[in-house]
T-cell receptor, first 113, second 110 residues
């Protein structure tokens, strides 16, 4: 079974802190994604990557950056955390193809105080 | 632009059948997905439709009409464990990520 592991389940940070959210997948998937999920807004795409060292902006990239130095790892960085970045963050991976189903990590609930 | 609509909430009775609708307007179409998400957990894949018609998988079925921009997820013989959010997602082209609807929260009551 595919496993997508996110480094923390819960995280509490202060406004202005730099925050790193790590995601590792063990199935050699080319594609990796970062979403945030908020009540009433659903899943929104922040950044995605289709290859090592490649990154593309999603729908809401402002305030975030990403890093993909190795195929299995995709990191989301909040350069200076703000209270409006309090959210559930979900990482996902997939292999390219027709039925490109996503495998999600368990999520990181980030609270910025 | 891209727009995916599904009802916010639904309630159904244990043992009954429920249909969750999804309509979409996207710049292209390369497949529609349904995911299930229990509270506090990650979404998990349920079904994929790319051609018109019904795909059946046990108690769950998914239907697609590309000409109408419409899909539904049909859950039969509802069980309490089916209480979850159901997310509709569309892939508009081969090289673009999935776009998700806001999800439908289904409550199954006794």
């Amino acid at each position: 079974d595919v496993k997508v592991t996110q480094s923390s389940r819960y995280l509490v940070k202060r406004t202005g802190e730099k925050v790193f959210l790590e995601c590792v997948q063990d199935m050699d998937h080319e594609n990796m994604f970062w979403y945030r999920q908020d009540p009433g807004l659903g899943l929104r795409l922040i950044y995605f990557s289709y290859d090592v060292k490649m990154k593309e902006k999603g729908d809401i990239p402002e305030g975030y950056s990403v890093s993909r130095e190795k195929k299995e790892r995709f990191s989301l960085i909040l350069e200076s955390a703000s209270t409006n970045q309090t959210s559930m963050y979900l990482c996902a991976s997939s292999s390219p193809g027709g039925n490109e189903k996503l495998f999600f990590g368990s999520g990181t609930q980030l609270s910025v105080l | 632009g891209q727009n995916i609509d599904q009802p916010t909430e639904m309630t159904a009775t244990e043992g009954a059948i429920v249909q969750i609708n999804c309509t979409y307007q996207t710049s292209g179409f390369n497949g529609l997905f349904w995911y299930q998400q229990h509270a506090g957990e990650a979404p998990t894949f349920l079904s994929y439709n790319v051609l018109d018609g019904l795909e059946e998988k046990g108690r769950f079925s998914s239907f697609l009409s590309r000409s109408k921009g419409y899909s539904y997820l049909l859950l039969k013989e509802l069980q309490m464990k089916d209480s979850a959010s159901y997310l509709c997602a569309v892939k508009s082209s081969g090289n673009t990520p999935l776009v998700f609807g806001k999800g439908t929260r289904l409550s199954v009551i006794a």
